[in-house]
Each structure stands twice: as C-alpha cells, then as structure tokens.
C-alpha cells in the first residue's frame, strides 16, 4: 500500500493549486479517499473526503466552495483542487485512504496515509 502525493508549492493568497495522490497497492479495497492537513503547532484536520461508491463528498466549512476533491478510479488517483487561497491555508497536506480487510474476525478498515506535501500561501 502506498499513497504518494505531489503538486505542493508556493503560490500568493487568492491563487490556486492541485494537489495529486496516486494510490497502489490493492486500490479495489479502498472504500474512501480525503484530504487532511496539519498546520505548524496545529492538530491534523480534516479538509475534504470521497466515498468510492456513490463519490459523496464531504469537506470542512473552511474549505467550502473553494476546494474541490474529486477521484479518477481508472488511474488510482485522487485530486484536491483548491482555488482562492488564503494563508490560513498553510500546511503539509496528506492523503489518506481506508481500505476493507478482511480478517478471520471478520471485514475490518485501515487508514493509510501518504508523506505529506507542503503548501505555502504567502499574503
């Protein structure tokens, strides 16, 4: 299992970026997808989330109406569109996944999580 992800940087308040995260490894049993973040001397937070049935999206109220979370099943990847940025929005985000396993106790779901990657809005 293995989630990676890429497209952090460095952009001015009321800019955008996409941020990316490939997932392998077993990606049938992924059941959703989201978006966290975790800024300095702050707990990780929640940002936005996707189911892989029906794709219901779930996003935090910071983020509403500016960020947008979608998935490609075809390519293993989950994107984060966020456009309008502010500084408050400064953090390493993460990508995290939940996937079925089943064990002899019967259907359990993991979280797994990639390394991070820097975002960076300047005012």
């Known amino acids: 299992v293995q989630l990676v992800e890429s497209g952090g940087g460095l952009v001015q308040a009321g800019g955008s970026l996409r941020l990316s995260c490939a997932a392998s490894?077993?990606?049938?049993?992924?059941?959703?997808m989201g978006w966290y973040r975790q800024a300095p001397g702050k707990q990780r937070e929640l940002v936005a989330t996707?189911?892989?049935?029906?794709?219901?999206?779930n996003y935090a109220d910071s983020v509403k109406g500016r960020f947008t979370i979608s998935r490609d099943n075809s390519k293993n990847m989950m994107y984060l569109q966020m456009n309008s940025l502010k500084p408050e929005d400064t953090a390493v985000y993460y990508c995290?996944?939940?996937?079925?396993?089943?064990?002899?106790?019967?259907?359990?779901?993991?979280?797994?999580w990639g390394q991070g990657t820097q975002v960076t809005v300047s005012s």
């Open positions: 995290n996944d939940r996937r079925l396993v089943i064990t002899t106790d019967g259907p359990n779901e993991y979280a797994y």
């Open positions: 490894g077993n990606t049938y049993t992924i059941t959703a």
């Open positions: 996707i189911t892989s049935g029906d794709r219901t999206t």
